[in-house]
């Protein structure tokens, strides 16, 4: 993540949401429905009905009430809250849902008008993978839950939406359901009827982009971590000791390599443990400038699940992120977006977990983050394209061309950010053995343009006619 001594040692979150693609469900009609076309209802119950929990479970059920198919990634429910205290945090789950949690999104959000008993909010979204509703059908069970990050016991009874007597699904309007942007049932709390900000990216990027915007590009085409050429295109491979990760772990630039394969040089960064602080060594690859700010980021990155030898099991982290530095705790110019691959788990995760996560503020000492994050809980061994985009509204990431999660404008960038690299180790915990064991990161290129929200097909375009040009390095981004 970020070459700063004083890193956290904890994921907190102010938001997340769990998506990925999931197998193809059932078929039903091509034709779907316009908001102008169809409609939904949404039924709730809960397991949780006490007056205070350790987390509260809106278990939930989409029925489409209307004559046409229903395309579920259209389709947003919000489900209304009062936080427990004003810098309360809170995380997401699906325990179970028939179509699978892999295809349902839940991300958090503020209220513009908070009232005496909502002030945040819940949306559940769905992926593509969470297929259509067919007329009459409904989802069937979504057992979804959120409790406090700090697991600090909640209170519900004053929340909007909560209801604790029902023990069966019933149709409950206090929850909201928008279709492709209109609101198609239920009632908001007063004066916050949910029509802006949008949660899904629009479906042309807010600005064209022309050939010749303001681009770096790198296509890692380097013989090793002293080629004279790394230095000279901005480039700096962390040596100075320091977090993240384990105490008194080194950063090694000898651990940077460039390889080839079939004809292509990729980037390899080699993270080793002996368990011993003194034998694991992380690696960090970072731009010097810190110049880059709204625009596209994109990345083909190729992460790994298991070590290169030795025994599995070590809470490793491979990125690709933005930064720039913390002023002072709680600071509310500090961004970073961060793509972070855990393939044994850590920071309360029992196994692999992809995160995407957009900083406002943290402060380390006592822990507090202000953030939002979207997660997928599935493998993401291999190659994988990384986008994400910066606006004026939103920040929208995307793994292989699909959306993985949008977040809000509370979020975006007040000063310029570098770009990084890095795979490092959480802590030693995960395995505990003292035999030798390594993990790769492999990175293919690297792009940013500057100003320009590109679409993935956009970004691989721009690639490609890069490549068909015989260039492996440009940047064309002014100094800040």
């Given amino acids: 993540m970020t070459p700063r001594t004083t890193r956290r040692t904890t994921r907190a979150a102010l938001a997340l949401a769990a998506v990925a693609g999931s197998a193809a469900l059932a078929t039903f009609p091509l034709t779907t429905a316009s908001a102008s076309q169809g409609a ?10 006490g007056a205070t929990a350790d987390q509260s479970e809106p278990w939930l059920k989409v029925r489409n009430t209307g004559t046409t198919a229903v395309a579920l990634d259209q389709v947003r429910i919000r489900y209304y809250f009062k936080a427990d205290s004003p810098t309360a945090t809170y995380r997401f789950a699906c325990s179970w849902a028939v179509r699978g949690c892999s295809a349902i999104t839940g991300t958090f959000g503020t209220l513009a ?8 909010y819940l949306e559940i979204g769905f ?3 969470a297929g259509t509703l067919a007329p009459g059908a409904d989802t069937g069970d979504m057992q979804l839950r959120f409790h406090r990050t700090n697991w600090q016991t909640l209170t519900q009874s004053d929340d909007y939406s909560f209801q604790g007597a029902p023990t069966s699904y019933a149709d409950w309007t206090k929850v909201t359901a928008q279709l492709a942007g209109v609101n198609v049932w239920g009632t908001a709390p007063a004066g916050n009827e949910p029509t802006d900000p949008p949660t899904t990216p629009p479906t042309t990027p807010p600005t064209t982009p022309p050939g010749n915007g303001e681009t770096l590009f790198d296509d890692f085409s380097y013989t090793g971590h002293t080629d004279p050429a790394l230095a000279s295109h901005g480039w700096s491979v962390r040596s100075n000791s320091g977090g993240p990760g384990v105490p008194g772990a080194t950063w090694d630039p000898s651990k940077v390599t460039f390889v080839n394969q079939s004809g292509n040089t990729v980037m390899n ?14 690696t960090e690859v970072l731009t010097r400038a810190t110049k880059f700010r709204n625009g596209t980021y994109a990345s083909r990155v190729k992460f790994s699940d298991a070590p290169t030898y030795g025994p599995d099991g070590d809470r490793v982290v491979q990125t690709f992120f933005t930064i720039n530095d913390l002023k002072a705790p709680m600071a509310d110019d500090y ?15 029992p196994s692999h977990i992809l995160y995407t996560t957009s900083w406002e503020t ?5 822990w507090q983050a ?8 599935t493998s993401f061994a291999g190659w994988h394209d ?9 920040i929208t990431y995307y793994v292989d061309g699909a959306l993985f999660g949008t977040h809000d404008a509370a979020y975006l960038p007040e000063r310029p950010m570098s770009i990084n690299f890095n795979q490092w180790l959480i802590d030693l915990n995960g395995q505990p053995s003292t035999t030798p064991r390594a993990y790769d990161q492999q990175v293919d290129y690297v792009l940013h343009v500057k100003d320009q929200v590109l679409t993935p097909a956009q970004v691989a375009a721009k690639v490609a006619a890069l490549r068909t040009a015989g260039t492996t390095f440009v940047d064309q981004v002014p100094a800040s």
């Fill in 362 to 366: 943290y402060d380390p000492d006592p």
């Fill in 113 to 120: 008008n908070p009232t005496a008993h909502a002030d945040r």
């Fill in 335 to 349: 961004a970073e977006y961060d793509f972070e691959y855990l393939p044994n788990g850590g920071w309360g995760e």
């Fill in 370 to 377: 202000v953030n939002q994050h979207s997660e997928s809980r």
């Fill in 127 to 129: 992926t593509a993978g």
């Fill in 40 to 49: 939904v209802a949404v039924q709730y119950r809960t397991s949780a009905s």
């Fill in 269 to 282: 960064l080699e993270t080793s443990t002996a368990g011993t602080g003194a034998s694991t060594v992380h």
């Fill in 386 to 394: 990384l986008v994400v985009t910066i606006d004026d509204s939103r």
